[in-house]
């Protein structure tokens, strides 16, 4: 997690090049103009080759994964591979459907329980919609505070329990 912290990214699309590649890229930039820094593997590894380890490493050190889910994606063995390699504790995740493709992708268990927002399909030619776009960066926020008041938490409980047995031991030490 200190790993993370220290040197990870914020947001890993995973998508297919052969349908996604404009729609993934647009994306991307209209994140990093708010702030995000983002993983985008189009100019990593050759396609429907392994996925490199560079970016298996950035996948498993960002914060929040978004799938753009569209035809071939659903076909992809590797959106299959960084869904399934994607770190659920903590972290978010975001799958962005077109015309139905999410239904019956042979990742669709792997995402299970999660709503998936649709976007026209007109999209994958123009670019995301600011309605997309704008959630992904509410689910990364909403996901960043939660995990501060948690690491908040747990500070404050170790540093109480840290006092008390300070206390009690001066106590011990005095009797």
């Known amino acids: 997690m200190l790993l993370r912290f220290l040197f990870g990214n914020d947001i890993f699309i995973s998508y297919s090049r052969k349908d996604g590649n404009l729609y993934a890229t647009r994306l991307a930039e209209e994140l990093a103009s708010r702030g995000f820094t983002c993983i985008i593997d189009v100019y990593e590894g050759i396609p429907e080759a392994e996925i490199p380890r560079a970016v298996m490493r950035a996948l498993r050190r960002s914060y929040q994964l978004v799938v753009v889910g569209t035809r071939e994606a659903a076909a992809s063995p590797n959106v299959a591979r960084e869904i399934r390699d994607f770190p659920r504790i ?42 997309i776009v704008d959630l992904v960066q509410a689910s990364f926020r909403f ?9 908040s938490f747990w500070t404050t ?4 329990a840290l006092m008390l047995a300070g206390g009690g031991t001066w106590l011990w030490s005095m009797g």
């Open 90 to 131: 903590g972290r978010s995740r975001v799958v962005v459907g077109f015309d139905g493709s999410v239904e019956g992708a042979a990742w669709q268990k792997d995402i299970q329980g999660l709503a998936v927002q649709n976007e026209d399909s007109d999209a994958l030619r123009t670019g995301p919609s600011q309605g």
């Open 157 to 160: 409980l170790a540093t109480i």
């Open 143 to 151: 996901k960043r505070q939660k995990q501060r008041l948690a690491i």
